[in-house]
């Protein structure tokens, strides 16, 4: 599995940005995605994930209510839709596959995933 992220950029703070990330592979539809983000000097950190078949997502408590993701199987991509974005919300945004079983505290690792993609710089000015 390939993963190319994409739609980082430079926003002010309350803008919106919409980052998608395209996957190869012809099982992406049993993939778990996930979005991490790592900010300067800060370990990666969970954003969000969604399930195969896009029924069930899981937000960070810092972007719940923000931040939406949704899939798209017949396009292999996954779409992370950050609203009210915040200085601290500055960060390497990565996408992330793998074939994990819905359970929270296993989808919040990034040990957890073995696919990731190159990352997307989101810088959030105040």
């Known amino acids: 599995v390939q993963l190319q992220a994409s739609g980082g950029g430079l926003v002010q703070a309350g803008d919106s940005l919409r980052l998608s990330c395209a996957a190869s592979?012809?099982?992406?539809?049993?993939?778990?995605m996930g979005w991490f983000r790592q900010a300067p000097g800060k370990e990666r950190e969970f954003v969000a994930a969604?399930?195969?078949?896009?029924?069930?997502?899981h937000y960070a408590d810092s972007v719940r209510g923000r931040f939406t993701i949704s899939r798209d199987n017949a396009k292999n991509t996954v779409n992370l839709q950050m609203n009210s974005l915040q200085p601290e919300d500055t960060a390497v945004y990565y996408c992330a596959a793998d074939l994990l079983r819905w359970y929270v505290p296993q989808l919040k690792r990034v040990s957890s995933y073995d696919y990731w993609g190159q990352g997307t710089l989101v810088t959030v000015s105040s």
């Open positions: 969604i399930s195969w078949d896009g029924g069930s997502t």
């Open positions: 592979g012809r099982t992406f539809s049993s993939w778990t």
